[in-house]
């Protein structure tokens, strides 16, 4: 009895170990050698930023003339990119991130939501303003001004004299990212030349039901057992 009580412990430690949560980060780009690199990045305009304002920012977003925060939740990355040789760089399709750029962005969102995965695209006309470098934190309903380190990503897939995109996304193994998510904000660290490209960002989630609305959901579903027992 003793040895049937010992395996399922550590039947059930092995299964708690299993579902322990983890961020995983995935990181990919595209380049293909000449000065204008049609990319294959599909990015969002039904996500939970998708239009929206900072409701904070800090730093410059607009160097070198670039499009700053709106592009970052406008749903749109052009295609193809290019550079001097295939046409002007879209300078405008990109914000200027890093310790030389824009420094932080906070997002406050429309309602609490479930936060699934976060999908950050970026580039340059070259090599030399592709990295992406920043920290995600988050904020919950119940302390909304109060944010938690969520993970930081340091992304650089090398150099080129031509242009390149990037991707990354961050999941969690076990679902949700992060729960009852009141803002997210992106605070960018040192990368390479001062400042990077970034073309868009992502927050894909779903939005929390308001206690009232649950309660709604309780009350019908309540009616709707009792008409099923009167018939």
């Known amino acids: 009895m003793k040895q049937q009580l010992a395996g399922i ?12 949560a983890a961020v995983v980060i ?5 380049t293909n050698g000449t000065n204008s690199l049609p990319h294959t990045y599909v990015v969002s305009s ?18 070198e003339g670039t499009g700053g925060t709106p592009v970052l939740t406008n749903g749109a990355f052009p295609s193809p990119i290019t550079r001097d040789g295939g046409g002007p760089f879209q300078f405008g399709a990109f914000a200027t991130g890093g310790n030389g750029g824009g420094t932080s962005v906070t997002y406050t969102l429309g309602s609490a ?3 699934t995965g976060i999908d950050v695209y970026g580039g340059w006309q070259d090599g030399g303003r592709d990295q992406q470098s920043y920290s995600v934190l988050y904020s919950t309903a119940i302390a909304p001004a109060t944010f938690i ?14 242009p390149q995109v990037t991707r990354v996304s961050i999941t969690d193994n076990a679902g949700n990212l992060a729960s009852n998510v009141a803002a997210l904000r992106f605070d960018f660290n040192a990368t390479e030349n001062g400042y990077s490209g970034y073309a868009e960002i992502d927050v894909l989630g779903t939005a929390v039901p308001e206690p009232g609305a ?18």
Not at 9 to 20: N, P
Request: charged share 10%; net charge positive.
């Open 9 to 20: 412990s550590c039947a059930f430690v092995a299964l708690a170990g299993a579902a322990q």
């Open 149 to 162: 380190p969520l993970t930081t990503v340091n992304f650089n897939p090398g150099g080129t004299a031509f």
């Open 26 to 30: 995935a990181t990919d780009s595209q």
């Open 113 to 115: 939501s479930n936060i």
């Open 46 to 63: 039904t996500d939970l930023i998708n239009g929206l304002a900072p409701s904070a920012q800090a730093g410059t977003f607009t160097q």
């Open 214 to 231: 649950l309660g709604l959901l309780g009350l019908a579903t309540i009616g709707l057992a009792a008409r099923r027992r009167r018939r």
